[in-house]
């Protein structure tokens, strides 16, 4: 190596002040060189470190306040969710409510004899299931589950057991104490306590909105619900029909007392037996219900001004309109009054009212008694009812007594209670009403002479068998065909009634319908709505008066005596009779 390439370092110094001297810089110059270099560097990484945590702390602002509003929502679901409000009827009787419940379970791979442990569980847990136990703790599975629902002391008797390799867990579950009675309106919650139908997924949108304290007080009264449910039960049963409904509301606000769809299910086990019967017919089915509209009918014609109370309507021919020809299967052949067309349920002189009227006042009659358009309600199980595609004249005419528009039954109680009860529609609610707000849909007037009319239905026409002494029921009879490809079938029918009651004074309105009613010999082979629909309504009117605080009343002094407390009465006669001796 030759002397002189590379330059000896003095000791206490270093290669920068040696390669400094020969860049011709000083050693202080290199030294601030390297300061500066150190300081930009220092710079570069502060800018990087706050882009970074720019970006960090911009997510966290988008996620902790952007989205704070859905962040809490469903935070406030979830919250509620785990403790949700009861659901009670108008008398604060519990429909729905929750509990906590224990669970054993056992870790199987920690148990010798799983038969043996199985037997011993069985002596203290009458309704463990022994056989499934012992093939599960035969097993070697970390974790299976032996029994739900264990009360506190069985919970006990469990711990006595002093085994390590039973495990005891809570969980809190929803139940329902009327099981299937309200099933369709309380509705059903998953094992994670959401709402899944009912009343219990319209509870689920309350809670996101606000805070329910205590109970979601119901406008059902669970008595008159039994009553119903038993009668109408009983009813589909004599008649072998396939379903049925019924329903019952205050006509002075909207309030619904009863709605009952059969066949039903239990809220407790709601797939028990598979979803056909989750269905709700009241609300979510659409139905060509018949006669009952030909009081829809007469109430549009005498509050349109074009016919008199005192007409009449030839009915003794058919009507011809184009090819069709309407007729009267048990016609009185004569000129018929308004209330005899009512009375004697005629199809031709429903048809000529309708046709009296111009096409346009017919259909905005119809949208105005909500037959248009879905109902606004808690359930979320609604439809709107399917009108004619047409407007023509034998579509007016046919839809005038229930043919070719279908409508769900709580369409058909909401308008009925509009015609008894002095002229004004009401929402349907499912939660008691404060202030009722309803719309006028028909004049007191024209309200007044349909309940005359629709008690002359029970008192002497298709609804006698709907009568209920002291309550005096009203009402009209609907019996419709079903429709099928290509049209109608004749051997299946919607049968239905719409009444009220008190007739003096209507306070509450009524429907009950049945699907495929079969006759019976009791009915002489006939299996029309006056011989199924109607009694049942007259038998649901006797259970359920009395519950509602509605007192019997006779136009005959005499029968009003006879009626007073026969208990009472036997009493009297029998201290009399006591004295005498």
Known sequence: MRSGKLPLVPV?????????????????????HAVETTRSRLRLALICFFIVFSVLGGRLVQLTVLDAAPAQRSAGVHKNNLMRPAITDRNDVVLATQITTVTLGADAAKISDGAKMAVQLKAVLPRLNEARAARLLAGKARYVTLMSGLTPAQKQDVLAFGNPALKLTQSTSRV????????????????????????????DGLLEEEAIYGALKTSLDIRVQHAVRDVLSDTIKTFSARAGGALVVDAHNGEILALVSLPD?????PMRNGQDSHFNRMTLGVYELGSIFKVFTAAMALDSGMVAAHETFDTAEPL????????????????LSIEEIIVHSSNIGSAKLALRVPQDVHYDFLQRLGFTDTLDMELPERTAPLTPTRWTDIERATSSYGHGISVTPLHAVMAGAAMINGGILYQPSLRKVGLPVGE??????????????????????????ADAPGYQVLGKTGSAEKPQ???????ALVTSFLGAFPARAPRYAMLVMLDEPQATDETYGYNLAGWNAAPAAG?????????????????????????????????LRGGLADASR
Do not use: C
């Open 320 to 335: 011809q309109i184009g090819r069709y020809k309407i007729n009267d299967p048990h016609g009185e052949e004569r000129p």
């Open 440 to 465: 006028r849909v028909i004049s007191a007037q024209t309200s007044a002479e349909l309940r005359a009319m629709m008690r002359a239905v029970v008192a002497s026409g298709t609804g006698r068998q």
């Open 12 to 32: 206490g110094n270093d290669w920068a002040m040696v390669l400094g001297g020969r860049l011709g810089r000083r050693a202080g110059d290199l030294t601030q």
């Open 539 to 571: 038998e649901i009117v006797r259970r359920i008066a009395p519950l509602l605080g509605v007192l019997p009343h006779f136009d005959n002094p005499a029968e009003q005596a006879s009626l007073a407390l026969p208990e009472i009465s036997n009493q």
């Open 176 to 203: 329902y104490p009327a099981g299937e009675v309200t099933a369709h309106t309380v509705g059903f919650t998953s094992s994670d306590l959401r709402g899944l139908s009912g009343l219990e997924l319209y509870l």
């Open 485 to 491: 490809a290509g049209g109608y079938n004749k051997n």
């Open 265 to 269: 299910f239990d809220a407790n086990a």
